[in-house]
């Protein structure tokens, strides 16, 4: 007899899912919360990406979506020497989505950034609000990169 509960493939997590929302440009198809087990340190780093308010949107691609952190201020320290700052003005229970960001200084229309931009140093702004904004990151120039839209 087998311990189901050890070998149970069907608990496995599937964290991409959990940012699918990005490729349909609308935020509020988000899921939140924690669900499957551990896998080892997979949903783990998920979530203290996704808590810090961005999460790698493909394995193998230098790209960060952006999502709905759970501090008002994030430092990286990063190991070149400087930092990478997320803050979020206004987030709370009832203000988690975001209405604007800026990356380092300058509107940024995307709900995604790169790699390089988080090692570059620098600030992610993000304003937040308790309804999504149908405005922003919507716009299909704005998606991530894909298999349709190789850049990058």
């Known amino acids: 007899m087998t ?9 496995e997590p599937v964290e991409w899912v959990e940012e ?3 490729f349909e440009r609308r ?10 087990d551990e896998d080892g340190g997979a949903l783990s780093s998920w979530y203290v990406f996704s808590a ?3 999460y790698p ?19 990286i320290r990063l190991a070149a020497g400087g930092a990478f700052i997320v803050a979020a003005r206004g987030v709370s229970v009832r203000n988690k989505y975001v209405q604007s960001a800026a990356l380092n200084g300058r509107p940024l229309a995307r709900s995604w950034f790169t790699h390089a931009d ?11 609000g308790p309804r999504t904004n149908p405005g ?6 704005d ?10």
């Not at 311990?3 to 608990?11: D, F, I, L």
């Not at 952006?66 to 201020?73: D, V």
């Open 136 to 141: 922003w990151g919507s716009c299909l120039e």
């Open 57 to 75: 949107l493909c394995p193998g691609r230098p790209i960060y979506g952006i999502g709905s952190p759970l501090f008002e201020r994030t430092t």
């Open 27 to 36: 935020q509020d198809m988000a899921v939140m919360g924690i669900c499957g």
């Open 143 to 152: 998606a991530p990169p894909s298999l349709r839209r190789p850049e990058i």
């Open 118 to 128: 988080l090692v570059a140093g620098g600030s992610l702004v993000l304003e937040m």
């Open 20 to 22: 699918d929302h990005h």
């Open 52 to 54: 810090m308010g961005f």
């Open 3 to 11: 311990n189901k509960s050890r070998t149970n493939p069907g608990r």
